[in-house]
C-alpha cells in the first residue's frame, strides 16, 4: 500500500491537470459557429440516428444495456487476480500500467474505425457518431474496472457519464462537474438517476457542438479517412484520459481517508 506522502504527490498531479483544463484551444472556443452551418446541411436521417443514440444511452444508465461490458474479460488483463476486491487493493502503479495498455488499445481501434467511416465523407457519419460514443462507453468501463470500480452497479454508471461529460465541456461545465464529483459517493442514488438522464442528452449536444465543426473535413469521401481518423482516436484519448484522472483520483481519495481512520484508531 502506498504511503500518505505519496498518495498526497499523486492527488497534486492530479490536481494540477485539472487546472490545465482550463485552458480551451482557440478553435474550441468557436467551433459552435461553424457547426451551426454543418447541422444546417446535415442529412435529416444523421439527426434521427443521433435521437436514437440519446435513447439507448440513457437506458446504459438504467440498465447497462448492449454498452456493458464483460468484467471478467477485463479482470484477465490482471494476470492472476480473482475479483474485482483484489483490484482495489493493488498499487495504483499497477492500476496505471494496466489502464494504459487498454487506452492504447482502444485508441487503436479508434483510429481504424475513424479511418473506415471516413472513407464515405458525411453519409457515414450516422455510423460514426454511434461508433465512438460506444467505444467511449468501453474504455470508461474498462478504466472504471482498472481502478477497482464496478461499472455493473448504475452508481458507477452515473460516474461514468461524468467523465464523458468532463471530456466535452467548456471551461465553466468542466469546473461543475469536479464540483460535483466531489461529493458523489455521498449523493443520493435516485436523485442521480433523474439528473443523469438530462445529463446524457447535454453529453450528445456538447458532443457534437465541440467536434461537429471538426467533421467539416470528414465531409469530403476519401478525404475524410484521414480527418477521421486522426478525430477518432484524439477523441478516445481525450475521454481515456478524463476517466483516468478522474478515477485515479477517487481510488487515491478512498485510501487517503483508510489511513485517516487507521492513524485515528
Known sequence: METKDGLLAELKTINKWEHEQEDLWFWERWGKIPFTILDKLTPAFIHKKVNVIIEELIS?????????????????????????????????????RIAGDIVKNRKNIATAQGATTGFGGIFTLAIDIPAVLGMSLNVLQEIALCYGYNPEDEKERLFIVKCLQFSSSDIVGKQTILNELQNFDNRSGN??????????????????????????FQIVPVAGMVFGAYLNRKTIEEIAEAGQMLYKKRRINERLDELEKECVR
Open 60 to 96: 446504459y444508465i438504467n440498465t447497462g444495456s448492449k454498452y456493458l461490458i464483460s468484467t471478467k474479460a477485463t479482470l484477465k488483463k490482471f494476470g492472476n487476480v480473482i475479483s474485482l476486491e483484489d483490484i482495489k487493493h493493488m498499487p495504483l502503479q499497477e492500476m496505471d
Open 191 to 216: 436523485q442521480n438517476s433523474v439528473s443523469q438522464i438530462a445529463s446524457w442528452r447535454e453529453v450528445i449536444t456538447v458532443y457534437r457542438d465541440n467536434y461537429g465543426w471538426k467533421k467539416l
